[in-house]
């Protein structure tokens, strides 16, 4: 798995789906609080780029969205 590659974590690692840009991502959370964005590019000929944000700066909006539901 592409997160294999962070090595030993300490603590609980999670991930949930999000948007970023307008592309599919998932949001990480370390603890409970927000260690980064993967966000995955995709074109029709399939996946393109994956990068992986972790600037604090970058992050502040991501954490604070609230997700929409349909009714």
């Not at 789906?17 to 399939?46: K, M, Q, S, Y």
């Not at 944000?53 to 997700?67: G, I, S």
Request: aromatic share 4%.
């Amino acid at each position: 798995m592409f997160l294999g590659g962070l090595g030993n974590v300490e603590g609980t690692l999670t991930a949930e789906p999000t948007v970023v840009n307008g592309n599919p991502a998932l949001l990480v959370r370390l603890n409970g609080e927000v260690d980064g964005v993967l966000a995955i590019r995709a074109e029709h000929t399939g996946i393109t780029g994956l990068y992986y944000v972790r600037n604090p700066e970058k992050l502040t909006r991501v954490a604070d969205r609230v997700p929409l539901t349909r009714r």
